[in-house]
C-alpha cells in the first residue's frame, strides 16, 4: 500500500516515541527502547560487516535472551529474513532446515557454538563479534508491510518440515487483533516464558514493540522463577502452554494472583474444559486462545470476560480472521458439527517456502485449511476439538507421528509402526508407539528408543514402546489411531 | 490490499464476535452490537427502499443520537459515502456544501426537518421510514479498507470550505494509533460530547466500533449532565475540547476524578500550559492532543504519563504519522526551530473533493502541509505554537478569518475587513473584526453583526466590531493579524 511507504521499522518508532520507556526485562538486567535501539544499530552494522546483506535468509540457532530480541530487530531493519530454529532439533534436523530454508548465514551465542558448529552455513558469534563505528547509519529503515519478515519451520502429516513465510503484514494485523480482543496499556508487561523460535513467542518481541510496551524474558519455563517474576516485575500479561499452567497452579498459586496479572493467555495446546474450570473457579483471568504458526499466531482468543462463561471453548475469531468449519469438500457446516477449521484474512502466512505442493494444498484461493478439527456453536465461539488430526501436542511442542515412524521404520527390526499421544497431566499428551517386528529381529523398547535419540529432538521420542502383530488399518490402510491407543490404556 | 478482502463491515464484525456487549449508549437507553447491527441491517433495507446505491454520497443533517451512529454504520455497509454538515451552518452554507458534495440523498430527523426543507436534494426523515423485511438481507458486507467512508468539510485560507475524503485505511490506521499510544481495555467506555459532524466525534463511532468496545453518547456538551455521566456509567476515556474541559474543572472537578476514569483526552485547539498544569496538579489523567480532520483526527498525543512530563507539548507523533517541522521552501528545520507541521503516512486524506488546486497546494508527494505552526523539541515531541496561521477555534469549532471577511465586504457600508481570533477564557478564542467603513456610508456595529447572522453559523459572527480607518498591511497588501489583534487591547 503506497500510503504506508513513511512507516519505519518499529524498534526505529519505538525509540523515538518512548525512548526512556521500559522495552526489555531479562533477569536483572532492562532495556529501555533507546537502549534495544542502539543495539539494534549496532548488531546491524556488525552483521553488515559480516557480509549479511538485504533478502538474505538468516538462521537463528539462539536461545531466549536479549540476542535472540536484538536479532529479530536487527534483521528487520536490514531487511533481512529470520529463520528462527529449534533448539531441540538434532544436528541431521537442523542442518535439513538450514538447507531448506536456503540460509546465507547463522546467528549463534557461545552456548549454542557447538551445535552451530555441525551446520554448513558461515557461522556469526553474536558475542564474539567486534564493535562497528557505523552503528550511526543504522538508525532506522523504512518498512513495507509486504516484506517477508521471517520463516517459522512447522512439520506437517507429510512428516517434512515446512517453512511457513510470515510478513509484517501478518505480524501488525495479528498485533492489531490481539490488542483489541486482550487490551493494551501503555505499562503492559508481557512475560515469554515459551521459546522464541515459536511463533507464540516470536510474536511477543514483535507485538510488544509495535505497542510501545516491555517484555519480561525468561531463558526458558521454570515454574519457581517465573512466579517470582510475576510479581517482581508486575508483569500485565503471561502466555503460557497448558503443562506451564499446570504447575504454577500446583505451587505457585499465590503468584498467578498478582494484582496487576490481567490475562493469563494460554494456547499451543488444547486446554482441558477442567483446567479452564480450575482457573476460573479460583478467579485467575484465565484467556484461551487457538493459534497456529500459519496464521502468525493467534486466530481465536476467549478474552478472560468470555472464557468465563464458557470453559474449554476458544472464543471468537479475532477482527482480522474470518473463520469458516467445513466438511471434506470445502463446503461450510452448521453450527455444532465438527468439521475442519479454516482461516482467512491477512495474518495467514504467503505461503511455505518453496513447497509449492504443500502450500496449493494448506492455502486455497488465500484460505487456510489447517487440518484441525472444531465446531463453531451457535454463538459462533470455537470449540477446538483435535488439533491437526493426529497431532500430538507434548508441553506445547507440537510432534508429528509421521515423522517419529519415519524414524521408527528405518530401524531394521521394525516392520512397521503407529505414534500417537496419549492423555497426560502434565504435558498435556505423551508421545507412544505400536511397532510392529520385523521377521526374524528382537529389539527391546529401550534400544529402539536409543536408535531415536540420535534422530529425533528429545520431545519427539516415544515414552513408550509396544510390539503388535499388526496395525489396526482401515480397508484403505489408514491407521485407526483411535485403536492403537486403546493398546496401551489396558 | 488483496489480503484484506474477508474484512468485514466492523459492527457486523463485533455482531459476530461480541453479540451481547455494550456497544452504545445515550441517555437511558443502550444498545448492545447485534442490537445496533440490527438497526444497521433494517437502516441498509429501509435506505436501499429510498433509493440510496452504492457509491451515492449521502449527507447527513443530524443531531448527535442513535440515528447518527446508525447512519454511520449503514452508510459503511452499503457501500455509500457519509457526508456530515455541520449543524450551525446558514441554510446557504448548508446548499453549497450539498451541492459541492454532489449529495443524492440527504439523511435528517424531526428536528432537523425544518432545516433540511431548505436543501434541494432527496429528503429522508430516518424517523420516519416504513420497517422494511428485507433487513436480513444486509447483515453484513465486505469492507474494502481503501474505500472511501467519507467526506467531511473543513475551511481554508480561501475562505471556501473543502470537502476532505477520508477512507476507512485512515480511520483504520488512526485508531490503531490510538490504541497503542493510549491504551486500549475490553471494558472501555468512551464518552463523545462534541459533534460527531466533527471528526473527532466521529472518530469515536468508528474506533469504539472497531475495538468493540462502548460509546456513551451526549446529545451535546451540557457539563452537569457529562459530570453525571462519568460517574454513573462508568466512563473510562473522554474526548474534549479546552473550553469543555474548563467548564468541567469549574463546577464539576469531583466528576473527572470519577475512579475508571483513566484519560481526559483534550483536542481541537490549543490547551493552555496554565490548564495543562492545573490538570496535572490535580492528579487528572490528562492527554493532549494535536490532530486535525486532513489525517482523520490524532497526529499527536501526549498519554497522561507524558503529558505530566510537558505540560504544553501535544506529545510524539502516532506510530503511523510522521511529522516534520519545515521551512517556507519545505525543509526539514532543527530541533527547537518553529515552521510549519506536516504529517504523512496512512492516515492522511485522499485529497479534498473535487478541489485539485486546493489538494495539490495541501497534499505534496502524499505529504500533507497542515499550514499549522509549531516545533519539536529536543526529544521529539511536538509543540503546536498556532493554528493554521489565521485560523480562530472557538469553542472546538474552527473559524476561518477569510469566510467571516468576505460576508462582512459583501455589505455596502464596508470597505475592508479583517477578523481576528482574542484570547478568551472560556472559549479559547473569541471572534472579532477590524471594519474599514465604506464613504459616506454609516453603520452601528450591531447592524452589522445581524447582518453576519442571517449568513453565518452563530459560532463565526464577530462578537466585537471596530470600525478603523485602514487595516495595517505588510508592504505586499498582507493583513497584519497581530497588529489587529492589539486594536482590540485597549
Redesign the interface.
Known sequence: ????????DWLA?QA????RKLALVFGKQQWTFAELDDGAAQMCAQLTAAGVTTGQHVALLLPNGPEFVLAIHTLARLGAVAVPLNLRLTPAELRWQVTHADCAALLHVDDTAPAAADLAVRQINLQALPPSPEAGQWRRRPLNL?TVQGIIFTSGTSGQPKGALLTF?NHFYSA?AS????????G?RWLACMPLYHVGGQAIVLRSC???TAMVLHPRFEAAAVAESLRAAAVTLISVVPTMLHRLLEHHLDSLRAPHLRCILVGGAALSPQLARTCIELGLPLAATYGLTEAASQVATA?P?EAQRKPGSVG??L??A?VRVVDAVGNPLPAGEIGEITV???T?MAGYYRQPEATAQTLRH?ELFTGDLGYLDA??DLWVVQRRSDLIVSGGENVYPAEVEAVLREHPAVADAAVVGLPDAEWGQRVVAAVVPAAGVQLSPPELIDFCRARLAGYKIPREVRWVEALPQTASGKIKRDEVKQLFVV
Not at 500500500?1 to 519505519?8: G, K, N, R, T, W
Not at 523515538?16 to 525512548?19: D, E, H, L, M, R
Not at 490488542?179 to 501503555?186: D, I, T
Open positions: 500500500m503506497v500510503h504506508l511507504s513513511p512507516m519505519f518508532h523515538q516515541v518512548s525512548p509486504d503484514a492489531t490488542a483489541f480482543r486482550l487490551g493494551v496499556l501503555p503492559d509495535l505497542y510501545g478474552a470476560d471468537r475469531p477482527l482480522f474470518a482467512s484474512g491477512p495467514v488465500g454463538d459462533g
